[in-house]
C-alpha cells in the first residue's frame, strides 16, 4: 500500500513544503532540464534553449514507436537539435521489459529495446539515457533478493559498457524501490564512470515514508539524474511541484549542497504545469532567475 499523507485544509502544509528563503545563497545550482515529447516539445526548443534549460525525449518510451521507423524519428530529433546547447537526454524503453528476468526470451527483448534504445541516444547526442530498476514492488527475501541484484549488476554493467564508446552515460531510475542503498549497491559493484543513478521524487513519495534528503545522500556519489514531479501519495500524477503533497525543502537543501549536483529534470505531464514549476523553482529560490540562465 502507498505511503500516503494526510493534508490540513488550511493550506499552510503546502507553503511550509516549498518555502525557501531566497535571501540564503545556495552553495551549488543543480542544471535543469524539462521532459518533452513530439511536435509540441519541439516547438518548445527554442524557449527551453534560451533559458538554459536542458530536454529530457520522452518519444522513445511507448510501445507503439517500436514498430514503426524509429530510426526516422531519431534523425528528426537530431536535426531539431543540431543547435541545441543543454543537456540531452532520451528516456529509454521500459514496457514489458525486465533486466532480471530468468527467462532467455524476455531478456533477449529487453536487451533489444535498450540497445535500440542506445542507437536513438547516440543518432540524437545524448549525453545520458534512462533506464528503470528492477526490483519488485514485493520485497523479496534475503537469499533471492541477492540473486536478483547479482543479475542487475551484470545486465546493467554489460549496457554501460555498450553506451560507453557512445558518450552515453546510463542510470538507473528508482521504480517500486523502498530503499535507495540497493540502487547504490549496484552501482558501486558495476563501479562504471557512465554508470550512474536516478532519483524520481514522485516514486520514491509513493514507495516509502523516507524523506527526500535520505535518497539524496543514500545515492550519493552516483547520483546524476533527477525527476521531479509531484502527486498525492496514492497514484504517480506527474502533476506541478506544489499541487500534491511531496515534502520538497529538505530535498533541495540537501541536492544543492551535494559537492556534484544532478541533473534535475521537470517531469510533468501537462506543458503548462512544467512551465509553472520551473517558475516556481526560481520564485522559491531554488533555482536563477530565467533572464540569467543563458547568461
Given amino acids: ?9 488550511d493550506g499552510q502544509h503546502r507553503q511550509d513544503r516549498l518555502d525557501y528563503h531566497p535571501h540564503i545563497p545556495l552553495p551549488n545550482t543543480f542544471p535543469l532540464a ?26 522513445f518510451i511507448p510501445v507503439e514507436m517500436w514498430q514503426t521507423e524509429y530510426m526516422a524519428h531519431a534523425h528528426r530529433w537530431a536535426a531539431a537539435l543540431c543547435a541545441f546547447s543543454g543537456g540531452k537526454c532520451l528516456h529509454g524503453a521500459f514496457y514489458d521489459l525486465k533486466p532480471s528476468a530468468n527467462e532467455p526470451d524476455v531478456r533477449a527483448l529487453t536487451r533489444k529495446r ?6 536513438v541516444a547516440a543518432t540524437i547526442g545524448c549525453d545520458m539515457m534512462i533506464v528503470h530498476s528492477d526490483f519488485p514492488l514485493r520485497e523479496p527475501e534475503p537469499g533471492p533478493k541477492r540473486e536478483l541484484a547479482a543479475r542487475l549488476v551484470e545486465y546493467f554493467g554489460a549496457l554501460a559498457a555498450e553506451a560507453a564508446p557512445y558518450g552515453v552515460t546510463i542510470v538507473i531510475e528508482n521504480i517500486f524501490d523502498r530503499d535507495p542503498r540497493q540502487l547504490t549497491e549496484i552501482a558501486r559493484a558495476i563501479d562504471a564512470p557512465n554508470l550512474g543513478l536516478s532519483l524520481d521524487v514522485g516514486h520514491a513519495h509513493l514507495s516509502t515514508p523516507l524523506p527526500l534528503d535520505r535518497w539524496v545522500s543514500d545515492m550519493q556519489p552516483y547520483l546524476r539524474h533527477v525527476h521531479l514531479h509531484d502527486n498525492d501519495g496514492v497514484h504517480d500524477r506527474h502533476w506541478a511541484m506544489g499541487d500534491g503533497n511531496i515534502v520538497f525543502q529538505s530535498f533541495f537543501e540537501a541536492v544543492t549542497t551535494i559537492e556534484h549536483p544532478p541533473r534535475v529534470t521537470v517531469e510533468v505531464r501537462l506543458r503548462g504545469g512544467a512551465w509553472r514549476t520551473v517558475e516556481m523553482l526560481v520564485a522559491r529560490g531554488w533555482r536563477r532567475p530565467l533572464n540569467t540562465l543563458s547568461r
Wanted: charged letters at 25%.
Fill in 34 to 59: 524539462m521532459q518533452i515529447d513530439g511536435e509540441l516539445g519541439m516547438q518548445d526548443l527554442p524557449r527551453l534553449k534560451a533559458h538554459g534549460i536542458g530536454v529530457e525525449i520522452a518519444d
Fill in 1 to 9: 500500500m502507498p505511503h500516503v499523507i494526510e493534508m490540513p485544509d
Fill in 114 to 119: 535498450h540497445r535500440q534504445s542506445l542507437e
